[in-house]
């Protein structure tokens, strides 16, 4: 039978007062850890905000990167050992690019796994900050020579050591396993190995690579043409054909004019290799149809040759 006590105490029933105990019991416990947890998962969201910020296309750099900073001071302010992870650096890194000292140790205590998701961005930001011996150093700490890895990894390491101008021949070993690897050709990674026997002087052979890495790669592009793309057919094979002749140079369609973002990034690509393509002829002397490139990139709207690597 219950006491008086349990059955009237503050007119609250017997199995209500004791789970109001229970309550007050796990919240004495509960309630430190939750502080505790609260400011770091904060940390975390103003991180995950600055990276967002980042990303607004549409928004002015200067102003995207000032969002970005005050996300981040936000972020240290809630947990200064924001500061030593890894996702705070990363970020960080594409508002004020950090030393390699700074970045390579955390780079390393990842698993392989989240080393390949991290570093690879990373490598890719240094990259088009033109920073290449800092995007190959990264690379190298993801995905060393001796490692085994996939076609695109070898790529994107032989790559990465070409723009450096670093372990020029193993990178070419690099690139032909890569293309051992592969059932058919890829042009991207044709046109990685004709860049690293550009380093090697060895720029006949390379222009044979680059021809053949463009050639593929125009004929795959009009196997996939679509409506989508938003242009004819006419219309493309006007901007993608080679520059044989001064009159092969010119196009009607520019960069600029096409709408489609699938296409705007399969056209950038293609710049890149036409790029190695007028460099290779320029250090063969072959200086007219260099020029003929050149005037390809132009008339097509590809005005910041820096930007092409």
């Known amino acids: 039978m219950p006491s008086n006590f349990t059955k009237n105490y503050f007119g609250l029933s017997e199995w209500l007062v004791v789970r109001l105990w229970i309550v007050f019991y796990v919240s004495l416990v509960a309630y430190p850890c939750l502080r505790a947890y609260w400011p770091v998962e904060?940390?975390?969201l103003y991180v995950?905000?600055?990276e967002n910020a980042l990303d607004k296309a549409k928004q002015p750099e200067d102003e995207r990167f000032q969002e970005a900073r005050n996300l981040l001071a936000k972020a240290r302010e809630s947990?200064?050992?924001i500061v030593h992870t890894f996702d705070y650096l990363r970020v960080l890194d594409?508002?004020?690019?950090?030393?390699l000292a700074q970045l390579l140790p955390a780079l390393k205590f990842l698993n392989p796994s989240a080393r390949r998701s991290f570093g690879y961005p990373l490598a890719d930001e240094a990259m088009k900050r033109r920073e290449f011996e800092k995007s190959y150093q990264i690379l190298s700490m993801v995905s060393s020579f001796e490692a085994d890895k996939t076609p695109d990894e070898r790529n994107r390491l032989a790559y990465g050591a070409a723009l450096a101008k670093r372990d020029l021949r193993l990178a070419l070993k690099e690139i032909d396993l890569a293309l051992s690897d592969l059932d058919r050709e890829v042009p991207g990674i044709l046109d990685t190995?004709?860049?690293?026997?550009h380093e090697l002087h060895k720029d006949e052979e390379a222009l044979v690579w680059i021809d053949r890495a463009i050639s593929l790669f125009q004929t795959d592009l009009l196997k996939v043409h679509s409506p989508q793309f938003g242009v004819t057919k006419d219309q493309l094979e006007e901007f993608i054909r080679s520059p044989n002749s001064e009159e092969d140079s010119k196009s009607s369609l520019t960069i600029s004019d096409v709408k489609n973002e699938q296409l705007v990034k399969i056209f950038q690509e293609l710049a890149v290799y036409q790029y190695h393509r007028a460099e290779i002829l320029n250090s063969?002397?072959?200086t007219e149809k260099a020029d003929w490139t050149f005037d390809w990139l132009e008339n097509r709207g590809f005005n910041k040759f820096s930007e092409l690597f």
Request: no cysteine.
């Open 42 to 44: 904060q940390a975390r």
């Open 48 to 50: 995950a905000a600055a």
């Open 284 to 286: 063969l002397k072959q």
């Open 94 to 99: 594409q508002v004020a690019p950090l030393p």
């Open 193 to 197: 190995k004709a860049w690293v026997l």
């Open 79 to 81: 947990d200064p050992g």
